[in-house]
């Protein structure tokens, strides 16, 4: 079953970047400062949201609920992208 969303195109400009469409952006939760991983498959290209869990549970106790840790985690992403919003600069 295809959808809308199956069937969107981009372009890519001069710098190699390209635009991913809002609805895609808002179904995944991709915001500003996500950062994004290219995988090659045997079918092209799949890129995913790379998750920040290589420190997950690192700095809090193990009997810590995995709701309350992924609520940090949250905390912790938003505050990232707050501070990557205000110190960035365009080119």
């Given at each position: 079953?295809s959808?809308d969303t199956?069937?969107k195109?981009?372009?890519?400009?001069?710098?190699?970047?390209?635009?991913?469409?809002k609805?895609?952006?808002?179904?995944?939760?991709?915001?500003?400062?996500?950062?994004?991983?290219?995988e090659?498959?045997?079918?092209?290209?799949?890129?995913?949201?790379?998750t920040?869990?290589?420190?997950?549970?690192?700095?809090?106790?193990?009997d810590?609920?995995?709701?309350k840790?992924?609520?940090?985690v949250?905390?912790?992403?938003?505050?990232?992208?707050?501070?990557?919003?205000?110190?960035?600069?365009p080119?």
């Open positions: 079953m959808t199956d069937e195109t981009t372009r890519i400009t001069r710098k190699g970047q390209v635009t991913i469409p609805e895609l952006r808002e179904e995944f939760g991709l915001e500003e400062g996500d950062e994004l991983r290219w090659k498959t045997e079918d092209g290209i799949r890129i995913r949201k790379v920040q869990s290589a420190g997950r549970g690192m700095l809090v106790d193990d810590v609920s995995e709701a840790r992924e609520e940090m949250e905390e912790m992403e938003a505050e990232i992208r707050d501070k990557r919003r205000s110190e960035w600069q080119e």
